[in-house]
């Protein structure tokens, strides 16, 4: 092993120091660096590449509103009354049709069910599975949301460094052996925060190791249909099907304040989920899901996904060629082959929370990855945002940064 | 004590079975009596008191839609988009605004978090304030929803016996200076499931027994609004300002399906409480929050609750005469002064299992009181809901009631 398992407790640039009245979990669950981040770069004169919004400009709100006015005509008493805890039949046999379609997976409805986006996921797959003291295998860097809605329920992170086209496999065998741990919690699309895509034989690697283990897999696949480069690549769903709970949003492919994502998970975990949901909120918003099935059902998603789809591969590409005009050839980056985020790391001599401080003062916003690190590190790196700037505040924020990075090295 | 205190897990009849992999939490985290009875319910032939629903015909469906499209129309890029984790700034100003003008509470919109419907809040709560073993104080009977989600958390359940007016006084002093809870947690308005609303004399009683104590009050006021027969009184909140988190519910007001609701809470647990939601699921749907604010600001909440409050008026003495009527003098039932609920306590020799059982042969569905009985206990008592069915129905469907309780007897 080259690391040893970490608990986030012992990270103190992320701990909150609530009285010793609240429960012992609060104590160790951090406070959201990007929200606190983001109230700093609210002001619109900011460049920001802090974020994690998808491109308001694509959100089809004359769609949704139709849709909207559709549901309230044809149906609005029973929309707006109480509804089950699953979610709407319709949306979940929608949800169940396109992985078949797309990836080729054959979904059962009843193995779905609709969550206040792919978030709540999380927070149900925690409370279901999570003791304290279980040991989750996390990719390094990992997750924020996921590290921070997973400490609630005071588990043990095993980080695993990830390469260019997926976890380490060397150290990923090892840990699975040596810890045999809970949860494998991963993002193999365009994963948040590094934007590396696993490539097919990583994929298939992992689940060799994982299969006949009791690790149950986590895959988030927030960012899946968001690929602006290359095939679609099986999930690990694929491969370990009785073994993978997955986890999806339209958050990205619809609009994120509608607040709807899913879970498919095998039915004996299905059936906890299902009792946590309920114990948690009683069910997902109904009318949301009304409104979702409705357009769903009269728009044309997949020319919608593309229409997003080549939109962030030019906003990809500008910040990437940005970059490479305007940071020094001592300064790297992720080549992402989909999703929202690019992940850099400076050079020495450019601390990121120092980088982040000087960008600041230059209009510009950037994320240290610090946050996204259960251990510790991180702190040459930076999470950058493309899909919430327009190709020109792209190249200029990115021009801004550049004379920052290059401040450091006078 | 007149009670030892009870843990969940004691109580095999809602206990579930899941396999050892599932966190400790999920074997004593109750499933929903309730929602397993709706399902065999549903068939509308069936007359069912044994729900929650409000009352469809008075949800606002054309103001609703009206608000919906006004957001849509005018900022509807922004209401879909991602939130704040607290909610929607007018919309809380709405809340703390109506609190000073019905209770004379004098509340800060910092201090109110939106959440998705008042069951969250518990769940929050939970996270927020509850460690295994933690002592929770709750009435006997018992909200269901709340004894569900705070099993999550892992309490001992301390319950305190409902007499008319409110808590027995001396097992409430008992329990909270034998025991010294973590949390209070009460429905002093229209109680579920017991009907009961707590007299102002208990109130101040109450909140004398508590001040000065460590307990945290966990006052849910989801049907205070809902008042029908006598003048509104103070929340405990009023007395114990600092103590108190307060939640609430647009559900019975408004809308169910949009899962509305709000914790109000002294700034400290706030902060937790925020940090939570953010890791529970970010933030609560925004395009609801943006059509209920908009709804709101439109429309006249007073009238609406007006007629909710006739309504429900008319539907609780319809119930109550139809009891007169048509069952046996050993049958005794609570006086609601408000909410959705009647109590029934059965004579000897009617267990409510046997008479679900065979109430449902007759096409009438009642909720048996057991699943509010953390201790076991409630085998002899209903309840029965009033808010979804006609009068007509009502009627005849106490009739029905009626002659199965005489089958018991003869």
Known sequence: MDRKPTNVQKITTRKTHPSPAFARRMHTTPKSFIRE??????????ISFAGGLPNPGLIDVEG?????AEVFASDGRTALQYSTTEGYIPLRRFIADRYKKRLGLEISPDEILITNGSQQCLDLIGKVLIDPGDKILIERPGYLGAIQVFSLYEPVFIPVNLDADGPDVAAFESAVSGYDPKLFYCIPNSQNPSGITYSAACRKTCAGILKN???IIVEDDAYGE??????SLPPLKKYLPDQTILTGSFSKIMAPGMR???VCAPREIMDQLVIAKQASDLH???LSQRIASCYLEESDLDAHVGRIRATYREQA???IDAMQDALSEDVSWSQPKGGMFVWVTLPVGCPAMDVFTEALKKQVAV???IPFYVDGGGTDTLRLNFSNATPARITEGIERLGKVLQSFNQ
């Not at 981040?37 to 900011?46: A, Q, R, S």
């Open 226 to 231: 968001l690929q602006f480069q290359g095939k």
């Open 317 to 319: 590409n500008t910040m």
């Open 260 to 262: 709807l994502g899913w």
């Open 64 to 68: 949704l509103a139709q849709a909207a």
């Open 37 to 46: 981040i983001l109230k700093v770069t609210e002001n619109p004169e900011i």
């Open 213 to 215: 283990t009791s690790t």
């Open 284 to 286: 997902s918003n109904y």
């Open 367 to 369: 994320l240290p990855g």
